[in-house]
T-cell receptor, first 112, second 111 residues
Framework: EPEVTQTPSHQVTQMGQEVILRCVPI?????FYWYRQILGQKVEFLVS????????KSEIFDDQFSVERPDGSNFTLKIRSTKLEDSAMYFC??????????FGPGTRLTVT | RKEVEQDPGPFNVPEGATVAFNCTYSNSASQSFFWYRQDCRKEPKLLMS???SGNEDGRFTAQLNRASQYISLLIRDSKLSDSATYLC????????????FGTGTKLQVIP
């Protein structure tokens, strides 16, 4: 069964550093998303991406964040200058012709 | 009022019990509704979409009440493996846009 994959599974970084989280969506999917979940809290929408551009973003997704689909398979989330409060699980998701989203296993980001 | 609201629980039920969760949403224009299951420190996994006519998948039944703006999930004959957090998710705008999740309801099925 096709699945969304994410790397790395755990990333530790120092405050102020840049991080890139990587995702490989399901191959025939067209719509891609990033979410975050701070420990013990709800899953929060960050951004949706379609046809090589952002289709919607939340208030969390400020200028420190960017997304890119550099080739036909990868979908990346970059955080330019990490803050302590960016520590969270980051989930990538993709969807095809239905509205049903399939999530990757997540990257746990720890900012020290 | 929160966009999507759920009782956080926990719901502690014995094996074999029937348990129901509700989820309310504030935007009457919401179009698509889902139930996800999330195990501790894992990703949300789609359990089922919720259709206007209601839908059933084995022991799980989902219903939508547009008039009262809530969706429900019924689990019959609970198994130990059903222990997880159940998230409702709502798409408010048309198309493949923003999905808003509830905080989740924790279910613990006890032997």
């Amino acid at each position: 069964e096709p699945e969304v994959t994410q790397t790395p599974s755990h990333q530790v970084t120092q405050m102020g550093q840049e991080v890139i989280l990587r995702c490989v969506p399901i191959s025939n999917h067209l719509y891609f998303y990033w979410y975050r979940q701070i420990l013990g809290q709800k899953v929060e929408f960050l951004v949706s991406f379609y046809n090589n551009e952002i289709s919607e973003k939340s208030e969390i997704f400020d200028d420190q964040f960017s997304v890119e689909r550099p080739d036909g398979s990868n979908f990346t989330l970059k955080i330019r200058s990490t803050k302590l409060e960016d520590s969270a699980m980051y989930f990538c998701a993709s969807t095809g012709r239905t509205y049903e989203q399939y999530f990757g296993p997540g990257t746990r980001l720890t900012v020290t | 009022r929160k966009e999507v609201e759920q009782d956080p629980g926990p719901f502690n039920v014995p094996e074999g019990a029937t348990v129901a969760f509700n989820c309310t949403y504030s935007n009457s224009a919401s179009q698509s509704f889902f139930w996800y299951r999330q195990d501790c420190r894992k990703e949300p996994k789609l359990l089922m979409s919720v259709y206007s006519s209601g839908n059933e998948d084995g022991r799980f039944t989902a219903q939508l009440n547009r008039a009262s703006q809530y969706i429900s999930l019924l689990i019959r004959d609970s198994k130990l493996s059903d222990s997880a957090t159940y998230l409702c998710a709502v798409i408010s705008s048309g198309g493949y846009q923003k999905v808003t999740f509830g905080t989740g309801t924790k279910l613990q099925v006890i032997p």
